[in-house]
């Protein structure tokens, strides 16, 4: 049997680390996104959690599991987008410094997000590669911890506690769906979801302007993420080291949706259920709306989770 970066003791370690500094997010249903989809939908709302997105389940996961003596010397990461935010407020919430790497392009709103939160903010070229030789030297400058927006093992077992939670609210379900970028989200709650009820069926949610990982699991081998193409701009990292193989292995499929369906789908939850779902937090219900899944047989109930709900009001995305 494989060994994958985390199992679901790990997730429920991380579940009871985590409780009480996180929100248990509630779980929402809408009559018409049901009528739209032929079946039941419940809505795991992690557009409500602190600072917006799922990610803060997984920096404070990986913020508290720190000895005492490692975080004195502070986090690290690099990130421009809701990893930035949530390992800054994690780590403020324990008292510790957080360096965190931004590219020279991030938009101002995004740096005054972090700073607010209390992370210090170094800018760097907008490419991985500097991101990265960054966020090395300030480790070996501080003494800090690196932790990753997404290929960490305490980053994926806190993720995969928004599945366990679902699961405890509608333990009935047929299916899971879960957007998918780096992949922590995904892989977490594919293997809470496998251990909880091991027949569950999980699938991810992508845009197809940023389709590697359904690439990589159509052909069983994996494929970088290249000049992508969405407003789904919390999904265009590739998937990781550690998030691949589980992926590979535990997810049935990952379905792709176009702009026109992402924008659709957002307007909908937007209109209807009156929640602001950012477009990568809607590829979900946008996959379920989809005639692709439609087409599946023997799924009745069907858990999605709104990744996120960071948005900028100045525009409308339709």
């Known amino acids: 049997m494989p060994t994958y970066a985390c ?23 809408c009559d018409t996104l049901n009528r739209l989809a032929g079946r039941r939908l419940f809505f795991k709302c992690e557009n409500l959690q602190k600072v917006g997105a799922f990610k803060y389940r997984g920096a404070t996961n990986a913020v508290r599991k720190l000895t005492d003596a490692e975080a004195a010397l502070g986090v690290v990461t690099h990130s421009s987008g809701n ?6 407020l994690a780590a403020r919430e324990r008292g510790i ?11 101002l709103v995004k740096k005054a997000a972090v700073e607010g939160y209390g992370g210090k903010v170094t800018q760097c070229e907008p490419n991985l590669a500097d991101r990265e030789e960054t966020a090395n030297e300030l480790v070996a400058k501080t003494g800090a911890t690196l932790i990753p927006p997404f290929d960490h093992v305490d980053v994926i ?39 909880v009820k091991p027949g569950i069926r999980v699938f991810g949610a992508e845009p197809l302007g940023a ?9 069983g081998v ?35 949706v176009t702009e026109d369906e992402i924008r ?25 709306l989809g005639t692709a899944f439609k087409a599946l047989a023997g799924v009745e109930k069907v858990g999605i989770v709104f990744s996120g ?9 339709w």
């Open 264 to 288: 659709a789908a957002m307007r909908l939850v937007w209109e209807r259920m009156k929640l602001i779902v950012e477009p990568s937090g809607v590829v979900g219900a946008a996959v379920a």
């Open 222 to 256: 994996w494929v970088p993420q290249t000049a992508p193409n969405t407003i789904a701009d919390g999904l265009l990292t590739s998937t990781g080291a550690l998030t691949w193989p589980i992926i590979r292995d535990k997810v049935e499929c990952v379905f792709t």
């Open 157 to 195: 077992a806190g993720q995969g506690t928004a599945a366990l939670e679902l699961l405890e609210d509608v333990p009935d379900l047929d299916a899971i769906i879960t957007p998918v970028g780096g992949g922590g989200l995904l892989a977490g709650c594919t293997i809470a979801a496998h251990g």
């Open 211 to 219: 389709d590697d990982a359904a690439r990589s699991k159509a052909g």
């Open 7 to 29: 199992d679901l003791a790990a997730i429920r370690e991380a579940a009871e680390r985590i409780r009480g500094i996180a929100h248990r997010t509630p779980v929402m249903t």
């Open 309 to 317: 709900g960071n948005v900028s009001l100045d525009k409308l995305y």
């Open 97 to 107: 410094p957080a360096y965190i790497v931004m590219p020279k392009t991030a938009p």
């Open 83 to 88: 990893h930035a935010q949530a390992l800054a």
